[in-house]
């Protein structure tokens, strides 16, 4: 039996300035039970103080506003410890002459914000916390959306059922994972009626009202200063500011390798010049113009480069330790796992009592889960089989056309038409053709194959990790992303470390492929006699780095570029696009409005 959506009759808001998140109502009907159990969590909400409006959307959707006062939010800091800044450490800092690096490095800095000492907000010591005069303002962006999230997740409607599936709390995960929401809005601040009149040129100076949407903005668009972490955090929260800070600070450590890498470059120009005779390499064929094109990269001082990159990775990875834990000291979220709650898509299959609420919660025993995680090592490891499967079959492939199988033409001087001087020439020209035209369609079929492995081991690894079932995202996360490195490492390199290792060592066996000499994966280049893997290593990874990132290039660049001309050229003579786009200022500002 299905019903109907009938939102709760609930007071209309008289003021949507608390709203901040939006959920999503299917336009599908439920079936009773579905039905009830939102009922009861909307009835739920409302029993904690919470605000609910809902508004018809079109194609039978509803939006269910979800809207939490100073009373709801500080009584959930309370529930969740949330650390806030006190005053009770205030202090004064002596003015000290500032070095020469300090003054330079100021410049660029963006951030003003004071790091106060933190403390769980408690509202019977609510004199001891900074800014608990103004409720409008005590809770950043960020905190107000969080600790709303929180209300969400944790209003369990359990209690007024008898849980048989292991799941301990029927929040809003679990309400989404049903189906009962098809999707969750985290909305952005409401733009200040400042900002609205700074966009018509009528700014009225006495106004006190303050954007921080376009603070943040004004700030983080100079792209000459450091990004504004500390306005980021306060707006989006820290994950967000934790990813801008990894960017940040790799960029800046870039810097240090790029330079580097400059000077070797231009010094294998030079050494190239000095050393190639270019009227000679430019006669000399395709291998002799490759070797001479690839010793701009392969010089004595490429193996400097490469112990340069080594440790600039090590120091690179110290450095984002420190900088990352300073971080999680200043923004209060050390502590942030052990408060983490559950996965909705995690369940118990036997229950204990909880050591601190004593109440009894469903827990996943670890055999079984350490059972799982063995079936998916095991299931890594046939991956890694077919990475190398797929490794030697490009092998093979490139020892097929070695063994006689020609891409190019080769000459034929049966009817005499060749000097003896001529047809070597030529013949010469047509293997150097051949090995070129084997390099190149093995570097291609060798990445087409690791993206399609790549492609179909993360579909796997997701399925391998919800199947585990993990209790937190965090440990979800961890498990994910082991699983990814472990198969991407091989599946990425597997290749390359097979050309720049073992290829010379295989094409100089006299045995060949299946007792066969003439089959043989050779490099394709000479120098000075000998074997040269060094040109199809670089053409290998030129392939992958053009390669691999075209179909996310062409989904989120090309893609949404042709539907926008194709929907610009559909709406040619709309009025209704025309209509807002000639409006005057009044009519554009009773729009915004």
């Known amino acids: 039996m299905s019903t109907e959506y009938i939102p709760l009759k609930t007071p209309a808001m008289a003021d949507t300035k608390n709203v901040t998140t939006v959920l999503v109502v299917s336009p599908e009907e439920l079936d009773e039970d579905d039905a009830k159990l939102r009922a009861e969590f909307e009835e739920a909400l409302v029993e904690r103080g919470v605000k609910t409006s809902a508004i018809e959307l079109e194609d039978g959707v509803t939006a269910l ?104 709390i029927r929040g809003l ?26 966009a018509f040129k009528e700014v009225d100076e006495d106004s006190k009202v303050v954007d921080p949407r376009k ?110 834990n300073s971080l999680k000291y200043e923004w209060d979220v050390s502590n942030f796992e052990q408060l983490e709650p559950d996965r909705p898509q995690f369940y118990g299959s036997k229950t204990r009592k909880n050591p601190i609420t004593e109440e009894e919660e469903w827990y996943y025993p670890f ?55 001529e047809w070597k020439a030529a013949n010469q020209t047509a293997t150097e053709r051949n090995a070129l035209a084997t390099s190149v369609l093995s570097s291609i079929l060798n990445a087409v194959a690791i993206m399609l492995l790549g492609f179909i081991y993360e579909k796997l690894a997701y399925i391998l990790t919800n199947w585990e079932n993990h209790r937190t995202q965090t440990a979800y996360d961890d498990a994910l992303i082991i699983k990814l490195f472990a198969f991407q490492f091989v599946n990425n390199y597997a290749s390359l470390i097979y050309i720049a290792f073992f290829k010379e060592g295989a094409s100089t066996s006299d045995t060949g492929m299946f007792g ?43 893609l949404p570029m042709v539907l926008h001309f194709w929907y610009k050229f559909k709406s040619r003579g709309s009025t209704d696009n025309i209509e807002a786009v000639n409006a005057g200022p009044e009519k554009t500002k009773e729009l915004i409005d």
């Open 516 to 558: 066969n000499p003439n089959w043989k994966d050779t490099c394709g280049y000479e120098h000075d006699g000998a074997e040269y893997c060094y040109p199809m290593l670089v053409l290998q990874v030129a392939v992958l780095l053009i390669m691999k990132p075209m179909p996310k290039f062409a989904k989120d660049v090309i």
């Open 215 to 324: 603070e943040l903005w004004d700030s983080w668009k100079l792209w000459y200063k450091f990004q504004p972490l500390w306005k980021i955090r306060n707006y989006f929260g820290e994950k967000i500011a934790f990813y801008f800070a990894w960017i940040e600070l790799y960029i800046m450590t870039l810097i240090f390798p790029t330079l580097f890498g400059i000077i070797v470059m231009a010094y294998g120009i030079h050494f190239a010049g000095k050393n190639i005779d270019l009227v000679k390499a430019s006669k000399g064929g395709v291998t002799t113009a490759l070797y001479s094109a690839f010793t701009v990269f392969n010089n004595p001082a490429t193996p400097w480069f490469s112990l340069a990159l080594c440790i600039w990775g090590t120091l690179f990875v110290e450095q984002w330790k420190r900088r990352s």
């Open 367 to 421: 055999y079984r889960l350490y059972l799982k995680i063995s079936f998916s090592v095991l299931t890594i490891l046939f991956m890694v089989v077919l990475v190398i499967a797929s490794t030697l079959g490009i092998i093979v492939f490139r020892a097929a056309f070695n063994a006689g199988t020609y891409l190019v033409k080769m000459p034929d001087n049966s009817n005499g038409q060749y000097t003896n001087e």
């Open 65 to 168: 506003l979800v809207a939490a006062d100073w009373e709801v939010l500080r009584k959930a800091a309370e529930e969740v410890k949330l650390s806030m800044p006190t005053i009770s450490d205030t202090y004064e800092i002596e003015d000290e002459d500032e070095s020469l690096l300090e003054r330079i490095t100021g410049f660029f800095e963006t951030d003003e914000e004071i790091d106060f000492i933190s403390a769980p907000f408690r509202w019977d010591k609510k004199e001891l916390f900074a800014g608990i005069e103004d409720p409008d303002t005590f809770f950043r962006s960020s905190l107000r959306s969080f600790l709303t999230h929180h209300i969400l997740i944790r209003t369990d409607v359990s209690k007024k059922r008898d849980p048989s599936d292991g799941i301990n």
């Open 173 to 198: 995960n679990y309400l989404k994972l049903k189906g009962v929401y098809t999707d969750v809005f985290i909305l952005h601040d409401r733009p200040s009626t400042l900002h609205r009149r700074k």
